[in-house]
């Protein structure tokens, strides 16, 4: 299973060249340790050779997949790293990074219930290196992170005695990366961080022991934040929606419902949907979410997104806009409420990624508008099927995805008041603002929105009283589970 370093390197081979067969189901479940009833027995390279095979056929741009020596991988995981293409974006960053496996058993946790090992914290890196900057982003509610009162905002500065900003020798990174990515539960390392307002100034350690932490993916379904009363303006919705994971079905019908028994819903009345940190997962959630946020009216007939396959496959029925509940964390087959509004404020940033980006570009395809307030998406129009085979579940870029209009040429990501000719929606550049809570009027992103419906303009008070108090530290990316950085088929 992949981790996240402090320093990410790839390594690409650059040869070109394919090979492996088209037909792999022959080769599926012979496995070198196979799973009892579930597989045959096989060896290692039985396993390379499917993975050759099955790239060869699925992968979105498998003609640029290097030729690679199988022999010189020990594991299959290993070889499979290197089964993508080498190819950059127009901005020089990799063509696909978003090429990954996890253990089955861990991949069915992770989905199913947002389940995983930690201590319930997001970080945001704003360095990844020497001097490096972590800033933790949000806290679970009720992980080990909230009991110890670690908060939004926190500076870290040491693990397990070891200087975060500085260390550099790989003995002391290995030491920090293991006490910030517990591998299990029931790990315990010490931290000293410091608060937001005196990001240098450390509080006494603490000790922390790791968890298995479920997520919750809308912290705002049921809260009082959901509803911002302007005064003079009315009131505006807001929703912080941090992972497509199954269980947030049923946390975004409880939110809309909230928000539309508190008179949230059509013209004259606005909502801020927060996905700053939401790197995506099922895309039918995103589907489901675009479809509360359009209503019927807008919706009725056309495509949330369809799929582009390499030439080897044709595309499949495209995805429209679901307006039922499918089953992921409620009974499938019920209507979804809608708030039909004409336009929507995102709250974006670099951790705004894949479904995330499929649920404004979904949107911006049957005309509502978007109005994008924060940073830059992480731009990711690509997805995939994730595909089991000897007790591992690949996760290999299959598809592109464009909207009712055709458009999907965001590699790149959104850009806030793009210019002609860039991807992106009218808005505002405001930097992260660490100094305030998420969901606080006054917190630079939230209050620039509120700003905006009303002035129409990026200047105004709420980013200049953000800046007085140094919590706009700027944006960087936030340290999630891969899968969570992607858009799950399903």
């Not at 360095?127 to 972590?134: F, G, I, K």
């Not at 005196?198 to 809308?218: D, G, H, K, Q, Y």
């Not at 003079?232 to 019908?253: P, Q, S």
């Amino acid at each position: 299973m992949r981790r996240i370093p402090l320093v990410s390197v790839v390594l690409l081979l650059l040869s070109c060249g394919g090979g492996g067969q088209a037909d792999y189901s022959g080769l599926a479940g012979k496995c070198a340790a196979p799973r009892p009833g579930k597989d045959q027995q096989g060896t290692l390279d039985d396993e390379k050779k499917w993975l050759r095979a099955w790239t060869d056929d699925m992968y979105l741009w498998y003609r640029e997949v290097p030729a690679v020596d199988a022999s010189k991988y020990t594991t299959a995981t290993d070889y499979f790293n290197q089964l993508k293409t080498p190819a950059t974006t127009s901005s020089g960053k990799p063509k696909d990074q978003f090429h990954f496996w996890y253990p089955t058993d861990v991949w069915e946790a992770l989905s199913q219930s947002g389940v995983e090992a930690g201590y319930g914290i997001t970080w945001a890196a704003l360095a990844r290196t020497p001097p490096r900057q972590y800033v933790i982003a949000y806290v679970e509610p009720g992980s080990p992170a909230a009991t110890a009162k670690f908060s939004r905002g926190m500076n870290l500065l040491q693990v397990d005695g070891v200087d975060f900003i500085n260390a550099s020798d790989s003995a002391s990174v290995d030491k920090l990366n293991a006490g910030l990515f517990p591998s299990k539960a029931g790990e315990t390392h010490r931290f000293v961080l410091a608060d937001a307002d005196s990001p240098m100034l450390a509080r006494p350690e603490v000790a922390i022991s790791s968890a298995n932490v479920t997520s919750t993916p809308v912290p705002t379904a049921g809260s009082p934040t959901a509803v911002i009363d302007t005064g003079t303006t009315g009131k505006v919705g807001y929703i912080l929606f941090n992972d497509h994971v199954a269980t947030a079905e049923k946390g975004l019908v409880d939110a809309v419902n909230q928000l539309k028994a508190a008179g949230i819903g059509g013209a004259g009345t606005d909502l801020v949907l927060d996905i700053r940190y939401n790197g995506g997962g099922y895309l039918a959630i995103a589907s489901q979410l675009a479809y509360m946020i359009a209503g019927s009216g807008r919706t009725s007939g056309k495509v949330f997104e369809r799929l582009a396959l390499n030439d080897k496959h044709s595309s499949p029925t495209p995805t429209g806009f679901y307006n039922q509940t499918v089953g992921l964390s409620l009974s499938a087959g019920s209507a979804l409420p809608t708030l039909s509004l004409p336009r929507v404020f995102v709250l974006t940033g670099p951790g705004t990624c894949s479904a995330s980006e499929s649920v404004v570009n979904g949107l911006a395809g049957v005309d509502v508008s978007v109005i994008q307030i924060g940073a830059t998406t992480c731009g990711k129009p690509y997805g995939f099927v994730p595909e089991d085979n000897c007790g591992t579940t690949y996760f290999s870029i299959q598809f592109e995805g464009v909207n009712e209009k055709g458009f999907g040429n965001y590699a790149d990501g959104f850009k806030p008041g793009a210019a002609s000719g860039t991807a992106g929606f009218p808005g505002c550049v405001v930097p992260d603002d660490f100094s305030h809570q998420l969901g606080d009027p006054t917190e630079a992103r939230l209050a620039m929105a509120l700003h905006y419906r009303t002035a129409g303009t990026c200047a105004g008070a709420a980013l200049n009283s953000a800046l007085s108090k140094g919590g706009l530290r700027g944006d960087g990316p936030v340290l999630k589970s891969i899968w969570k950085q992607n858009r799950i088929y399903r």
